[in-house]
């Protein structure tokens, strides 16, 4: 247990022994209010051992007050305590507890998915570079080889352009096979790595309906920038029309000598409309689906250098983001550290993947285990509950046939053959039953008129008697 959870334990015994101190008086409806803290005790409960040991050391005061409160009848008086316990105490706690676990796991889950779509999105980065850098080699290769056959060359331009070539499609060769090995698992289709695509983007957006009006101004330099940008229309796209379809989309290109500045703007239903997970934790925390898109085009331009941002803007919805038209050489090497570490990067995503099922199994067990507290003490209170039961029908319960068996003038030492071997005090008849005046002289027992082991009537049977003979045999009702 953990310094600071001391106090949640220690609540739980004060909220228990208040149930016990209010229990019979005239204040005993405000044993409900305690229903609140229990709650609260439960949502801030990190472990369950504090509260349980709360629970425990609170049951053992509560059986020492009832002792104290009523010797005589203290067991009744603590199984009362126990069923209030029940309902006031644990399951609110447990009610707090659970909603905590899925909060905690619901966190869990949007970091994972998070970490889980950045990973992706690099892999995508890694396996577009390959595309481009096989390209390029090609084109060496092809250069060189020209130069190898060219008839003003030199001998030694000539071996010079053919080691070149050699290694150009060597590097290429290699290039092929570590892509292969990135795309081995991958799922979802492929589209051609050619960089200037932002009218298909829009046409497939305008194809169902959706009212999209865009503006290109300038050129952009880098085949990486400009997949960036389609990256970046197309996860807006996306997202405008699953939280707000019909609404029109503005969406502005400004190509500049130094940046890219991007925007896409949904220009209604901005209350319905909501951005999918970005880096900052309320975005990610306060997200109730497992969309993506987003996250990967926003590690997209993180790699490259740049900025992106995703926020209400005027009722509706505004994606903006700005990239460098040259990645700085920060940007270009973490490219090509993603590019080296394609495989790892995978490996990393089934890892990923993996903790994500393991944080799921370990959150379930969790709910489990919580559930299984009330579980196991409503069993507890139910075996309780029928034992009482039997011992109070087998000590102090008195059937009708057996009762019918005692007459007044009878000796008493007859009539102790079919009685029970206790009886209930004066004290212990409830209040609701009148109880007539007995004749002077004459000693009375009480019997409760059971006629099995379930019946749960309140009937009482007094029998009176005087110098060792009956005096008076009645039954006794609760007043309506």
Aim: aromatic share 4%; with cysteine; glycine share 6%.
């Amino acid at each position: 247990m953990r310094g600071h959870e001391w106090w949640q334990g220690l609540a739980i015994f004060v909220c228990a022994a208040m149930i016990s101190v209010l229990m019979g008086t005239s204040w005993s409806f405000l044993q409900i209010l305690l229903v609140v803290p229990a709650y609260f005790i439960g949502r801030r409960c990190e472990s369950m051992q504090p509260a349980l040991i709360g629970f425990g050391v609170g049951l053992i005061a509560q059986l020492a007050l009832s002792w104290i409160a009523e010797p005589s009848d203290f067991l009744s008086v603590w199984f009362t305590a126990l069923v209030t316990d029940f309902v006031c105490l644990l399951l609110p706690w447990w009610l707090g507890r659970s909603l905590r676990l899925r909060e905690v796991r619901r966190f869990q889950e949007d970091d994972i998915i998070t970490e889980l779509a950045r990973v992706r999105e690099r892999n995508r980065i890694a396996e577009d570079m390959h595309d481009l850098v096989g390209h390029d080699l090609a084109l060496i290769a092809l250069h060189s080889g020209a130069l190898e056959v060219s008839a003003d060359a030199s001998d030694d331009q000539k071996k010079a352009a053919s080691q070149i070539r050699a290694r150009a499609v060597a590097a290429t060769d290699r290039l092929h096979e570590i892509l292969g090995v990135l795309r081995a698992e991958e799922t979802e289709p492929r589209r051609a790595p050619n960089g200037h695509d932002l009218d298909r983007i829009v046409d497939s957006a305008r194809e169902p309906g959706m009212d999209v009006d865009i503006s290109v101004t300038g050129s952009i330099a880098a085949e990486a920038v400009a997949r960036a940008v389609e990256r970046v229309v197309q996860e807006s796209l996306t997202n405008a029309a699953k939280h707000a379809p019909g609404a029109p989309v503005a969406i502005t290109v400004d190509a500049g000598e130094t940046d890219v500045n991007v925007a896409v703007v949904n220009e209604g239903g901005g209350s319905s409309a909501r951005a999918e997970t970005l880096s900052s934790s309320e975005s990610r925390h306060g997200s109730t689906h497992t969309g993506m898109g987003l996250i990967a085009a926003e590690e997209r331009i993180r790699l490259l250098g740049g900025t992106m941002s995703a926020e209400p803007d005027h009722g509706g919805f505004r994606v903006s983001a700005s990239i460098p038209q040259v990645a700085d050489e920060k940007a270009s090497r973490t490219q090509t550290d993603s590019q080296a570490r394609g495989t790892i990067s995978r490996q990393t995503d089934a890892a990923t993947k993996d903790r994500l099922r393991r944080a799921q199994r370990n959150q379930r067990a969790s709910m489990r285990r919580a559930a299984l507290v009330p579980g196991v003490c409503a069993v507890v209170l139910l075996v309780t509950l029928v034992v009482f039961q039997i011992l109070t029908y087998t000590s102090v319960g008195l059937p009708s046939d057996r009762f019918a068996q005692i007459h007044l003038g009878q000796a008493k030492s007859e009539a102790e053959a079919v009685l029970p071997r206790s009886h209930v005090d004066l004290a212990g008849v409830p209040p609701t039953v009148t109880v007539p005046t007995a004749e002077p002289g004459s000693s009375c027992e009480f019997y409760l008129a059971r006629e099995t082991v379930i019946d749960f009537s309140s009937d009482i049977y007094r029998i009176c008697t005087r110098d060792g003979v009956i005096t008076a045999a009645d039954r006794l009702s609760p007043e309506e």
